[in-house]
T-cell receptor, first 115, second 113 residues
Framework: KAGVTQTPRYLIKTRGQQVTLSCSPISGHRSVSWYQQTPGQGLQFLFE???????NKGNFPGRFSGRQFSNSRSEMNVSTLELGDSALYLC??????????????FGPGTRLTVL | AQSVAQPEDQVNVAEGNPLTVKCTYS??????LFWYVQYPNRGLQFLLKYITGDNLVKGSYGFEAEFNKSQTSFHLKKPSALVSDSALYFC???????????WGAGTKLIIKP
């Protein structure tokens, strides 16, 4: 089975711009979660989608949003970029999510640099 | 609230020696615990998880982890370290509220030839 794929792998944007990141989950997985990883804050949960619905949301401002399509592919969008948004954005998929023992499988991440 | 702690920022081990990366947890009820590894400029790779049953969990790449309820620990171990094991290791536990993973700060493992 193909793993989780994320595009693009690298992005450079300037402050104030917006950006869209894409994630394709493992075939058959219906839950997609997004995480932000920074040296200072570590790994932080952004949101989770299941069956095209946002099921859970982390503590991030409304500039961060996402969506999921009927084929389970997901996108996340960040509007009005700030320098502090520079990070590695990781997508993870699991069969159903929402269960304490469901394993999440991660993509390689998108490295976003905001100048 | 659920939490995990990785008390060591970095662990240095000589190739061929056994390695241990420490993780302690705080959970209400029975814990589910995960270990992931991250190689430079890569995403996270699942190593193993504890659900219930045997306290010794075997995972990928020769790693295993020992669950100790009395010490609330879930240390990652490998009998003989390889240089290629050098990476960042994360322990994680699902949050009670939304089952999303709460992560430790990570431990950088350096294996020297």
């Amino acid at each position: 089975k193909a793993g989780v794929t994320q595009t693009p792998r690298y992005l450079i944007k300037t402050r104030g711009q917006q950006v869209t990141l894409s994630c394709s989950p493992i075939s058959g997985h219906r839950s997609v979660s997004w995480y932000q990883q920074t040296p200072g804050q570590g790994l932080q949960f952004l949101f989770e989608y299941f069956s095209e619905t946002q099921r859970n949301k982390g503590n991030f401002p409304g500039r961060f949003s996402g969506r999921q399509f009927s084929n389970s592919r997901s996108e996340m969008n960040v509007s009005t970029l700030e320098l502090g948004d520079s990070a590695l954005y990781l997508c993870a998929s699991s069969l159903y999510g929402g269960r304490t023992a469901d394993t999440q499988y991660f993509g390689p991440g998108t490295r976003l640099t905001v100048l | 609230a659920q939490s995990v702690a990785q008390p060591e920022d970095q662990v240095n081990v000589a190739e061929g020696n056994p390695l241990t990366v420490k993780c302690t947890y705080s959970v209400s009820g029975n814990p589910y615990l995960f270990w992931y590894v991250q190689y430079p400029n890569r995403g996270l790779q699942f190593l193993l998880k504890y659900i219930t049953g045997d306290n010794l969990v075997k995972g990928s790449y020769g790693f295993e982890a020992e669950f100790n309820k009395s010490q609330t620990s879930f240390h990652l171990k490998k009998p003989s370290a390889l240089v290629s094991d050098s990476a960042l290791y994360f322990c994680a536990v699902p949050a009670d509220s939304n089952y999303q993973l709460i992560w430790g700060a990570g431990t950088k493992l350096i294996i020297k030839p």
